[in-house]
């Protein structure tokens, strides 16, 4: 007998969830166990974080709530730093909100911060028809963004201007450092950005006349204040030597500078942009740049920058541990503290936020890194294209994570030194549905990804207190620690509030942060099997129900829970337990319908990128992209027909003549009867589910072997359509014949059964006559049996011009 141990959890948690409504709720009891240094003591070492962010377009929303549980623990600790951020795709603008956050005297709490609110992006702001090449369009977010920030960004007209200038100009409250010295002021942290080139750069290699290509980049940016404003300053790594220069990458390289030093806070948010400007998704974004090493100790300026279109880093670099541990070797390793003596000297610690990495069923650990061997590898006796189509993506994969592996295998070769932790998580998100963008369908997703950072960057701070622990005491230390901070997180700050004197909006969002911190209960009591009680109904709670559709899946524990099957699971909860005017206003969108809709936009906008590639007459690969073009166009009928499929549930004919009918034409041929064909069919709906009604009229040409006939049929009849693009529907029915005109004069009955392929635009059909039919010896013209093919003339029509 197999035990599912995650069923057992679940169904412990739910008892001991409802144990606590009705006993009032009693905290999970853990051993007491003494910290050997707790994190708030003035004796423990000084703590210094490098932190790298994994990138993973809308796992930016988890990151985000991570991130900034992250930076408000460290800030709140007195011997604590964090020191650089290191991100790729979406970890990079993560990275520098965060190092902005720091910076700037932002009043935020849980509910309400930068973080948070940069990622409020949603589908359909994303999937816009656009002429900018791509799939999506962004920049309405990208603008949201920077005039959110820009109260605490130095504007470029204010680089020249005096310190007391500026002193006079912004009060006091916006200000950091109001009294700190001229140069970088207390703030300065240092970000990075990957980024990746779209054409190579080619180098002549030393001593040869060969060249070699580079795609991989990283762009460092310091983050300072001035006079209590954020600006960015160029960091040249390549002035500083590295003790491990293998690790480097390919090469940095520099934002153009103005006289007074500063980067223009425009082309750093166009680098965010092109950092997260994920292939065919977002367009590439044109960049002004100096390659670091070819300047020779100069500044990077405009007179040196050149110009190219960079796209996602996380191409080759999604995982920027390296560049963290650039920066902890080159950058700091002069800056020791003066004033801190052994043995209380400076802890550097290597922090890599890392979504996919589940402390529930296999964390990473140092030895998951390890060369050593795992044992013989399963292959198949044969391979075929497939095969091979997935050979190349993994020895891509393999070439881009050997640097990745090399780094991990240094960092983890001298673990004193480095102090390196990856993040972990135990619930699971919703952005990783399709490609990881599942969570930009809606705003309870994000909430719910962004909750669960939070949290887990509350786990991550725990086993950092716990770290000199081991086994048993560890893991009560670290629900010691949960329950705490928990605890501190879900702190109600509301409670002398009166609910008669709030509005009808400030009560909904009263009760949406209340559910946010159950949520945060949830979390805790899911994973420890614990009772803190909640505040709310449990059943009421939106981000609950997010979080409980993953684990009612009826499916085969082998069997991967699609998003089809996770969204059938939320309306079956939705309907049979949770009782939320949220959650059921998120299920009132007709899924099918709404991702029928947004395929639509994508599809046009990926055709209007193939046009603009097209017409571009001095584009190298401007042949190859109208050939592509050519395919889409003759794709389109398929297009509409699913995206009328998903809208009424029956596959329709190509043209729609009103709401309920779609008709067509189509041409063929009789295997048997040597005929050719010519049909108009028409489709109707029924009041029966996946049932339409269909009738046809046809003209037969028949070819006997000495003189012709030709006659006409009527066919009446049903189809059940089936959902699938190859089989879209299966049909049977009768069929009439009527008299031939020339030798076969008898009309005849008929039954039919016939299948479309490939959207009908190939139909296959069966006839069986019902009559005798009357034998005129060689002269034979109707068969008992017919086997007809027919193509969709409409759709051929639509497909070539």
Known sequence: MTINFRKVSLYLTKFFLLLSFFSGGIFAQVPKVELLEPSNSPNRPSQEYFVAVKGGVSLGSYESGLNWYLVEHINSQPNETLVSFSGASAGSINSVLSAIK?????????????????????????????????????????????????????DPSEFDISRSQLSRQYPDDLAVNPDSDEGDGDCSIITTMSVTLMYPYQEKIKNSDQT???????????????????????????????????????????????????????????????????????????????????????????????????????????????????????????????????????????????????????????????????????????????????????????????????????????????????????????????????????AHFRVHDYLTGVYDGAYMMSAYACENLSGDNNQACIQQQMIDRVKTLTKDKHHNVSRDELTTDELKDLDNQIYELDFLKYLYNTEFQASMPLTNDYYQNTYIALSQAFYTFSGRDSEPLTFNNYMNNLKGLATKQFKSKSLQEELFIDYPRWAAEHFKVSYDNLIAMQEQASDCYNCEFRIENKTLLTILRISEPIKDSWIDYSKTGT???????????????????????KSLLLSAVGRIDSPFEKITFDGALTFNYLEADFEHDDYFSVAVGGSYHTGSLFVPVVSTGYEYSFPGRSVYKDPLNALYVSTGLINELITMRAVVRLDEIEDFGEIQTRDKVQIQAQFDLMQLIEMIF
Not at 115 to 144: A, H, P
Not at 651 to 673: I, K, M, Q, V, Y
């Open 212 to 442: 070699t290509g580079y795609q991989r980049f990283v762009i460092p940016v310091k983050v300072i204040t001035v006079n209590g404003k954020i600006a960015f300053k160029n960091v040249y790594l390549n002035q500083f030597e590295a003790a491990l220069p293998e690790l480097l990458p390919d090469y940095f390289i520099s934002l153009p500078e103005t006289p007074s030093g500063f980067i223009n806070p425009d082309i750093v948010f166009e680098a965010l942009k092109a950092s997260s400007s994920f292939p065919v998704a977002f367009a590439p974004v044109e960049l002004p740049f100096c390659i670091s090493k070819k300047l020779d100790n100069q500044t990077c300026t405009s007179d040196y920058a050149t110009t190219s279109l960079f796209s996602d880093g996380g191409l080759f670099d999604n995982a920027p541990i390296g560049v963290s541990v650039d920066i902890h070797e080159m950058y700091l390793g002069q800056k020791q503290s003066a004033d801190i003596k052994p043995p209380l000297v400076a802890q550097r610690r290597i922090i890599f936020i890392h979504p996919d990495n589940l402390r529930n069923e296999h964390p990473m650990t140092e030895e998951a890194f390890s060369m050593s061997s795992t044992g013989n590898i399963q292959q198949p006796d044969r391979v075929g294209l497939w095969d091979y189509l997935l050979y190349l993506g993994n020895s891509f994969d393999t070439a881009t994570s050997a640097n990745y592996r090399k780094t991990l295998e240094k960092i983890h070769g001298d673990e004193d030194k480095y102090h390196f932790r990856i993040s972990s998580r135990y619930h699971n998100l919703l952005a990783d549905f399709h490609a990881h963008f599942g969570a930009f369908y809606s």
């Open 102 to 154: 720091i910076c700037s005297n932002i009043n935020e709490e849980l509910h309400s911060n930068l973080l948070r609110s940069s990622w409020n992006i949603d589908i359909s702001n994303l999937n816009r028809r656009n002429n900018e090449g791509s799939l999506f369009n962004r920049e309405s977010i990208f603008l949201k963004v920077v005039e959110d920030l820009s109260k605490y960004i130095l």
């Open 651 to 673: 596959w329709p004919l190509n043209n729609g003549l009103w709401d309920c009918c779609s008709g067509t034409l189509r041409f063929g041929f009789g295997a048997l009867e």
